[in-house]
C-alpha cells in the first residue's frame, strides 16, 4: 500500500492519480472558458461603443445638414441609415434634425423631412418658438393630425405676430374655434383686431351662434359689411378634406412669404 493512499482506501495507486489527472485539466478547461467568454464581452462592448459613436456622428452630421439646410447631406444621411427622427444636441437642446431645420428656417430641408416621414410636431414647436413662420406654413400645410394644444399654440402664436393665413391653416387642421388667448379675447375678437376679414367669417360660419356672444357676434357681422363681405351660411362643420381644399386653392397668401 502506498503512503499516498490511506488504508481502507477505495482507490489504488494506479487509480488515484489519473483521477487528480482528470481534475486539473477539467479546471484547465473551465478557466479558459471563462477567460474566452470575458473576452467575447469586452470585444462586444467595444464593438457596441464604436457603433454608437459611428451613429452618432452620423446622427450629428444629418442634424447639421438640416440646420444648414443642405439637402445632399440630409439625403446622405438618410441614405445611410440613420432615422430620419434621430435626435442630437442643438441649439434647443436635444431635438430631432426637422425642429434643426425649423429653428433657422430652413423652408426646403424642413420639406425634405417631412417628405421622408420626419414627425412634423418637433418641427411645429421649434417654428413657433422661434417665430419662424415659413416653416411653420410648410408644417401646417402638410396635413398631418397635431394635437389640439399645439394647433391652439399656433393659432395665438400666429394671431400674435400678424399672421393669420397660419391660424386659419391651425384652425382647420383641428384647432379650436372658441378657445381665448393669454389676454383674455376670443379668436374672433384677435381676428378683428388684425383685420383678418377672411378668418372672422370662416369663425362665425363654423361657431353656433349660442358660443358667440351677441354683442360680439353684431360687432363681427359689422365688421365684415364694412368690407363688403356677406357673412352667408351659419353653423356649418368644417367638412372632412376641408384643409386640403384650403391648402390647395385659398392659401395664396399663407405661402406668399415663402
Known amino acids: 500500500?502506498?503512503?499516498n493512499v490511506k488504508p481502507g482506501s477505495r482507490y489504488s495507486v494506479?487509480?488515484?492519480?489519473?483521477?487528480?489527472?482528470?481534475?486539473?485539466?477539467?479546471?484547465?478547461?473551465?478557466?479558459?472558458?471563462?477567460?474566452?467568454?470575458?473576452c467575447l464581452l469586452v470585444l462586444a462592448a467595444n464593438l457596441t461603443a464604436i457603433l454608437a459613436l459611428?451613429?452618432?456622428?452620423?446622427?450629428?452630421?444629418?442634424?447639421?445638414?438640416?440646420?444648414?439646410?443642405?439637402?445632399?447631406?440630409?439625403?446622405?444621411?438618410?441614405?445611410?441609415?440613420?432615422?430620419?427622427?434621430?435626435r442630437t444636441f442643438g441649439i434647443g437642446g436635444v431635438e430631432a434634425p426637422i425642429a434643426a431645420a425649423a429653428t433657422t428656417d430652413r423652408v426646403r430641408a424642413v420639406?425634405?423631412?417631412?417628405?421622408?416621414?420626419?414627425?412634423?410636431?418637433p418641427g411645429l414647436t421649434a417654428a413657433?418658438?422661434?417665430?419662424?413662420?415659413?416653416?411653420?406654413t410648410v408644417i401646417l400645410m402638410d396635413g398631418r393630425n397635431f394635437s389640439r394644444r399645439l394647433?391652439?399654440?399656433c393659432v395665438w402664436s400666429a394671431l400674435g405676430d400678424d399672421r393669420p393665413e397660419i391660424a386659419h391653416l391651425a384652425l382647420l387642421d383641428g384647432g379650436d374655434l372658441n378657445s381665448v388667448g393669454p389676454n383674455g379675447a376670443s379668436v374672433l375678437e384677435c381676428a378683428m383686431d388684425e383685420r383678418a376679414a377672411a378668418l372672422v367669417r370662416f369663425i362665425l360660419q363654423h361657431?353656433?351662434?349660442?358660443?358667440?356672444?351677441?354683442?360680439?357676434?353684431?360687432?363681427?357681422?359689422?365688421?365684415?359689411?364694412?368690407r363688403g363681405l356677406a357673412l352667408g351660411a351659419i353653423n356649418l362643420p368644417i367638412p372632412a378634406g376641408a384643409g386640403v381644399k384650403y391648402r390647395a386653392h385659398g392659401a395664396a397668401s399663407a405661402t406668399a412669404r415663402l
Do not use: C, Y
Open 54 to 86: 459611428v451613429v452618432s456622428s452620423r446622427a450629428r452630421a444629418l442634424h447639421s445638414a438640416a440646420a444648414d439646410g443642405d439637402l445632399p447631406g440630409i439625403s446622405r444621411g438618410l441614405r445611410d441609415g440613420v432615422p430620419v427622427d434621430a
Open 207 to 226: 361657431t353656433p351662434a349660442a358660443r358667440v356672444p351677441s354683442a360680439l357676434r353684431l360687432q363681427a357681422i359689422a365688421f365684415l359689411h364694412k
Open 151 to 153: 394647433l391652439n399654440t
Open 14 to 38: 494506479d487509480e488515484a492519480a489519473p483521477f487528480h489527472r482528470r481534475a486539473t485539466r477539467l479546471a484547465i478547461r473551465l478557466a479558459s472558458f471563462v477567460v474566452r467568454a470575458v
Open 1 to 3: 500500500m502506498s503512503r
Open 111 to 121: 420639406r425634405l423631412l417631412v417628405s421622408r416621414g420626419a414627425d412634423p410636431g
Open 128 to 136: 413657433l418658438f422661434w417665430r419662424k413662420w415659413a416653416s411653420a
